[in-house]
Each structure stands twice: as C-alpha cells, then as structure tokens.
Antibody
C-alpha cells in the first residue's frame, strides 16, 4: 500500500538548520509530485512546498521561500526539505503528501495520502 | 492569496445526525475545492476532490457540492469515527490555501 514516512524532525535553535526526509513506497514515485504541508500546534494546515516528478519544478509558500529548499532522489524514493534560518513560527508538524499528477500543476491538485508527520520544535 | 472561510468553526452532533459544513472562497474557484478529515493525533486524509469527487475508499455518507465561491460537505448518518476536524482547500490558484477547520464533536 501507499506509504509516506517522514523523519528528521527535532528541537532546533532559532537561526539554525534542519533537513527533513520523506521516504515513499507503494506507488511509482517518479510519476508523482510531492508536497510538504505543515501544521503548527493546535492550528490549521499550511502548504509549504511542492516538487514535480523529475525535480524540474519547485514552488514554495511565501513564508518559507528563500529559506527552505525541496529536493528529491528518485533512485531512493526520497524527498527532502532543507530548512535554513529557522524561526519560531516554523515550529510545526511537517507532513509530506503525494500529489495526483506528475507536474506541480497546482490547479486541480489535491494532497493524499499523507505521511504521519515529523515534529519540528524551534526553541532557544 | 485566496482566503477560505469555513463555518461553523465547531459543532456538536450525535451519531446518526446529518452534518453540513460550509466553505466560502474569497474569489471564484470553479470546482477546485478539496475536503480533508483529520482525527486527533493523525494526519489529514483527503475525502473529496474537485468539489464532489469521492476519493477511493471514502464512505458514501460523505458528499460534497458547490461551485464558484460556496461549497458544502455533508455527512449523512454521522458515525463514531467521523468525529474529527474537517478542512477545505482550494486548488484554483497558487498558493493552495486551507480553511481554518471545522471541529465536529460528540454531543
């Protein structure tokens, strides 16, 4: 069955970096865009970034653009989110989610299935 | 960015009730509207895409409707596993945005 498993979360000081990983199985990984979505404790959902099937398209939300970088390794069925210059408001559960299409079309896109999430805490 | 507003923010209902959740977009989005269910401590799960298309494996008591700016998620005959928070999300324009959620609680 389709599985997405995030890892790499933890406690990090403001200004420092962290790299999240998303390991995927159960479908043809190289045929799908992958998204990252986050949820601050007790809050709603916020889309973070997307990468297309071949990595040629990458899009980011305004709050992370210039600080976060999404990448993928199709030989390993892995997606990564490199998070630099972390801020207090980056603290959240980070989920990766499968997109229905190859490209990061955005229009008509939806997210699912999702992984179980990895928690990022930003604290000095 | 397109703002998504859900109502009510929360509601109390009993098993067997019909529940209707509404979602309003700040501009017209056609039918580019998705619904998700999130139970406590779990990841969200997509229920409905493009306003009314039920995802594989989602029970038929869930249905979605609407177009333009106004959308509804209806749950017929609420079941114990349906007590959760529901989110709408627009996929008409970048960036994709979510409603603030509607928490369905047990009465």
């Amino acid at each position: 069955q389709v599985q997405l498993v995030e890892s790499g979360g933890g406690v990090v000081q403001p200004g420092r970096s962290l790299r999240l990983s998303c390991e995927v199985s159960g479908f043809i990984f190289s045929n799908h865009a992958i998204h990252w979505v986050r949820q601050a404790p007790g809050k709603g959902l916020q889309w973070v970034a997307v990468i297309s099937d071949d990595g040629s398209q990458k899009f980011y939300g305004d709050s992370v653009r210039g600080r976060f970088t999404i990448s993928r390794d199709n030989s390993k069925n892995m997606v990564y989110l490199q998070m630099n210059s972390l801020r207090d408001d980056d603290a959240a559960m980070y989920y990766c989610a499968k997109g229905p299409y190859r490209k990061a079309t955005m229009t008509g896109d939806w997210f699912g299935p999702w992984g179980q999430g990895t928690l990022v805490t930003v604290s000095s | 960015d397109i703002q998504m507003t859900q109502s009510p923010p929360s509601l109390s209902a009993s098993v067997g009730d019909r529940v209707i959740i509404t979602c309003r977009a700040s501009q017209r989005i056609g039918t580019y509207l998705n619904w998700y269910q999130q139970t406590p401590g779990k990841a969200p799960k997509v229920l409905i895409s493009v306003a009314s298309r039920l995802q594989n494996g989602v029970p038929s008591r869930f249905s979605g409707s609407g177009s333009g700016t106004d959308f509804t998620l209806t749950i017929n005959s609420l079941q114990p596993g349906d007590f959760a928070t529901y989110y709408c999300q627009q996929s008409h324009s970048f960036p994709p945005t979510f409603g603030q959620g509607t928490k369905v609680e047990i009465k």
